[in-house]
């Protein structure tokens, strides 16, 4: 019994102390943010969206009010911003050896039956979008990508992940930007890593590592 329990106390402290790693892709202009912060989001992604897409505009609008943006119509908001997300299984491909460097490889044989469904074997890829345009022209004029990967398909910390590696370095100024290394300012776009630590269900996860 005491063997158990220590295994158990081993792998809720393991648990607590993992980070949840996450990549980001930011696009934007070099004027992004830099005079007035007021949004609304574009078309039905507002009070009237139901089930996940009210859940994600929610805490995308939670994030952007500490950031300082304030909702506004959308006759007299400065930004629209337009919002997506999917979840789907991620694709799995086996590569021999023998077929590398452009070997010929034989015939493919034909797919064997399924056999039994290992609880948490499958891996999930969850990924958000948020595009933000100007109302007075219509540019995008910023964009970032966060993509997920676990073992769970629907989850409640999956949204407050996304939300919170996505909004990690908002508002974000176009070129070098990472402490530990350059971006790629080609059109303004850099990639990083988002380290999570997740605070229990109830509680928004903490930025604890933003790495180039």
Known sequence: MKSILLLAACAAALTGCAGVEMAVRARATP???ATERTYAFAGNQSDAAEGEDADYASAVARRLSELGYVAAPAQTARYRVALSHDTHP????????SCAGGAPCGTVPPPRAPGFPWPGAKT????LTLRFFDRADGREVYAVSVVKRDRERKAPRTIA??????????????GPQSERGDGDSRNGRTDWKVT???????????VIDIEQ
């Not at 999930?124 to 990924?127: G, K, R």
């Open 90 to 97: 991620a694709s799995v491909s086996v590569v021999y050896a």
């Open 196 to 206: 999570l630590r997740e605070n229990g269900p109830r509680a928004p996860p903490s």
């Open 124 to 127: 999930y890829v969850h990924s």
């Open 31 to 33: 004027d992004f943010a």
């Open 161 to 174: 992940d996304l939300v919170a590696a996505a909004l990690a370095r908002a508002p974000f100024a176009s």
